[in-house]
């Protein structure tokens, strides 16, 4: 045995994949019901469209699609898959976890399996959980780490303040070892549960179980306040920029690309000018989606590579913040990694049109990240 051991590889993304359920809802088809107009709700979210699950799909069939999609994209086999991690905060079932219904829909058999909850800035945390496994278990190489939500399940139509803005979705990334000038550094995560009551699921956990009088009093669906949430979003969001240039010694303009949640687009913009992102460089994908929880980050991700907006060797800074409350940052070196995303082929047929996989061509080399 060598008196040297070998240092920890870096760890990075190898391919991503991304998955939206086939049906939508326009401003249009939600406004009445939520008391608002089409054009309130552009005005007020920047939101145009949200994906949503069927009756027959839950959060692991969202999950599922995107982890095969992203293995594909990493140009490795599904058994290959050492940990699979599931962020969501709308799980299929109390108990077990998510990763394990997940794990069984993809045969990813050797995988360990396990659920992180973090809200919105679920993923996050848990690519820092896959990023220290890969790191400290021997042997182990690849990990799958996907956000995922189903939130329709959850919304009340009527409430302006959560039917407006959340939808359904799935992002997940492959992760692994890649050469020493790339891949993620710098986590910085953080909580603070005394904000928990600002968003939440009320009913159907062992402190109010389910019972007819949740059910009447519409308590599983998502509650929020929104000027709250509003206030942590601008507080936490300029701070988690500035805390990780100023850690880093590094400049608004040394970063690339900036991905974050996507809690509404109008309010990410208007922050992104305050704090002086250079145009261009704060990724916005909440138009096309609305709010997909803790697959937000990862969509922006996804969609700004497959959208050549990541030059290899690009310096990404990642800035997510969720109930609970929670936040954290990274730094994250892209090394060209493929994006397999599947959304619904669009079409003027008003049955359910078939999903197709839309690959960012430019990256089918795939590299070594």
Request: with cysteine.
């Amino acid at each position: 045995m060598s008196p040297h051991p070998s240092p920890a590889p870096r760890i990075g993304i190898h391919g991503m994949g991304t998955y939206l359920p086939h049906h939508t809802r326009s401003n249009d088809d939600i406004a009445a019901a939520a008391g608002v107009t089409p054009e309130w709700i552009t005005q007020r979210t920047g939101v145009h469209t949200r994906h949503v699950a069927g009756p027959d799909e839950a959060a692991s069939d969202l999950a599922a699609a995107a982890v095969r999609a992203a293995v594909a994209a990493a140009g490795i086999d599904i058994e290959q898959l050492d940990v699979l991690i599931v962020a969501t905060s709308t799980p299929d079932e109390l108990g077990p976890s998510t990763a394990c219904r997940v794990q069984a829909l993809t045969g990813a058999r050797h995988a360990v399996a396990l659920d992180v909850s973090a809200a919105c800035a679920g993923w996050l945390f848990a690519a820092r959980v896959a990023h220290d496994w890969l790191r400290g278990q021997g042997g182990a190489r690849y990990a799958a780490v996907v956000g995922v939500e189903a939130y329709s399940k959850f919304l009340d139509p009527t409430d302006r303040g959560t039917a407006v803005l959340f939808a359904d979705g799935a992002a997940a990334a492959v992760l692994g070892p890649v050469p020493d000038d790339a891949g993620f550094t710098d986590f910085r995560l953080g909580s603070d549960g005394t904000g928990a009551h600002h968003v939440l699921i009320p009913a159907g956990g062992s402190r109010i179980p389910a019972s007819p009088a949740t059910l009447g009093a519409r308590q599983h669906h998502v509650y929020m306040d929104g000027r709250a949430v509003r206030d942590f979003i601008v507080d936490v969001f300029p701070r988690l920029v500035r805390e990780s240039l100023a850690g880093n010694a590094l400049q608004l303009t040394d970063i690339d690309a900036y991905i974050t949640h996507q809690p509404n687009p109008v309010l990410l913009r208007d922050l992104g000018e305050r704090i002086g992102i250079p145009p261009g460089r704060l990724v916005i994908v909440g138009d096309e989606v609305g709010n997909i929880g803790a697959a937000s980050a990862p969509y922006a991700l996804a969609g700004a590579a497959s959208r050549g907006l990541l030059p290899r060797g690009g310096r990404i800074l990642l800035a997510v913040f969720g109930a609970g409350v929670t936040w954290g940052s990274a730094l994250l070196t892209w090394t060209g990694a493929p994006v397999i995303r599947i959304a619904p082929t669009r079409t003027t047929q008003t049955a359910p049109s078939p999903v197709k996989p839309l690959v960012n061509t430019p990256a089918l080399q795939r590299s070594s990240s």
